[in-house]
Every structure is written in structure tokens, then in C-alpha cells.
């Protein structure tokens, strides 16, 4: 079955680029959407964004401003950079597969945003 | 303060049911199937719930979803132990352009 994983330097400092890359396996990344989602701690879910497989992609209004998606199909991999963070940046970012539902979904991986 | 709103907490005994609610409006949940999430302590959100009422291959009959207007509703029967987690509900929001979630309930198992 398709599995999901995310990569990424888990510390980042305040005002530079978070990157992260999910790592699709057991199916193809072509043809299906692909989201980014996060969540601090003790909190609720926030959609990030989501690429299609050629490219297109929607982005949370809220963030806009500061996210790029993008995808390898070579490598099966799909990737998010986050400029400008801020404390209010960290959380555990989760990557999933998304049509109109979130399913899989990766283990998650925490970024911390600190000097 | 999260778009869809559901109750913070809930709980049940063992052997119990339990229904855990998620309200929204016509942007999001009126117009739009909604999915379910559980998230079991430390561990990523997995698929519950999809198209409303629709199991994912592996959910046991114990959960089911149903929807009326701008609301939808998890119901947990035959409360377990290992059913203790976060519940989230989710859908998209075409006023916003974005995907939107409750806030989340907490299940506690007495």
C-alpha cells in the first residue's frame, strides 16, 4: 500500500526558509493530489496546501504569501518550503494524499522554529 | 477558533456509545462530504470516516458517520480501551478556498 514520509531539518531558525520533503512509496505520485498539514502541539489541524502531480497547486489564503509546493516525479517525492517562519511556524507537518479525503498520511515530522 | 466546531471532550464506558458532533454551514459541510480522522495519542490522524457515512477498508462497523444539513455526526459503539484518542473532523470550505477542520474532541474511555 502507498506510504508517506516526511524529511527535513527539524530545527530552523526565525525569519529563514522551513523545507520539507514527503517521500511517496508503493504507488505512483502521478495522477493524485498531495497535501501538507500541520499541527502544534496541542492543538488542531491546519491545511497548508496541496500540489497536483503535474504541478498545479492551492495554497491555504492564510500562508500564501510565504509557501511553495513543489513535486518530482522522477524521485516520487513532493516538497513544501515555508519562508519568513516565525515561533508560530512550529508544529509536527504532516504529508497525505488527498482527493476529498486525507488518506494515507505521514508519520509526521516536528520542525521547531528557534535561534 | 476553528471553523467547524465540535465538543472539546467526551466520554463513555466501556461497551458504551458515544456520538461526537461537528457543525459547520453551507460553505463547508452544506455543500461538501466530510471525512473523519482519529488520531491515537502520538501518533498521525488516520482515515476514519469518508463521503460522510463511508468506512475505509479495515474500520470496524463500531463507526459510522451520518449528516443532516450543516452537521455531521461519529458515532463509536461498543466503546474500547484502545478507541481513546483525538476525533477530527474535516471538509472543504469554498467560501474560504481552503480545507477546513474542527477543532477536535478528545475521547476518553472511563
Known amino acids: 500500500q502507498v506510504q508517506l514520509q516526511e524529511s527535513g531539518p527539524g530545527l530552523v531558525k526565525p525569519s529563514e526558509t522551513l523545507s520539507l520533503t514527503c517521500t511517496v512509496s508503493?504507488?505512483?505520485?502521478?495522477?493524485?493530489?498531495w497535501s501538507w498539514i500541520r499541527q502544534p502541539a496541542g492543538k488542531g489541524l491546519e491545511w497548508i496546501g496541496r500540489i497536483y502531480s503535474r504541478g498545479d497547486t492551492n495554497y491555504n489564503p492564510s500562508l500564501k504569501s510565504r509557501v511553495t509546493m513543489s513535486v518530482d516525479t522522477s524521485k516520487n517525492q513532493f516538497s513544501l518550503k515555508l519562508t519568513f517562519v516565525t515561533a508560530a511556524d512550529t508544529a509536527v507537518y504532516y504529508c497525505?494524499?488527498?482527493?476529498?479525503?486525507?488518506?494515507?498520511w505521514g508519520q509526521g515530522t516536528l520542525v521547531t522554529v528557534s535561534s | 477558533q476553528s471553523v467547524l466546531t465540535q465538543p472539546p471532550s467526551v466520554s463513555a464506558a466501556p461497551g458504551q456509545k458515544v456520538t461526537i458532533t461537528c457543525s459547520g454551514n453551507s460553505s463547508n459541510i452544506g455543500n461538501h462530504d466530510v471525512s473523519w480522522y482519529q488520531q491515537l495519542p502520538q501518533t498521525a490522524p488516520k482515515l476514519l470516516i469518508y463521503d460522510n457515512n463511508k468506512r475505509p477498508s479495515g474500520i470496524p462497523d463500531r463507526f459510522s458517520g451520518s449528516k443532516s444539513g450543516t452537521s455531521v455526526t461519529l458515532g463509536i459503539t461498543g466503546l474500547q480501551t484502545g478507541d481513546e484518542a483525538d476525533y477530527y473532523c474535516g471538509t472543504w470550505d469554498s467560501s474560504l478556498s481552503r480545507w477546513v477542520f474542527g477543532g477536535g474532541t478528545k475521547l476518553t474511555v472511563l
Open positions: 508503493g504507488g505512483p505520485i502521478s495522477g493524485h493530489y
Open positions: 497525505a494524499r488527498v482527493g476529498f479525503w486525507f488518506d494515507p
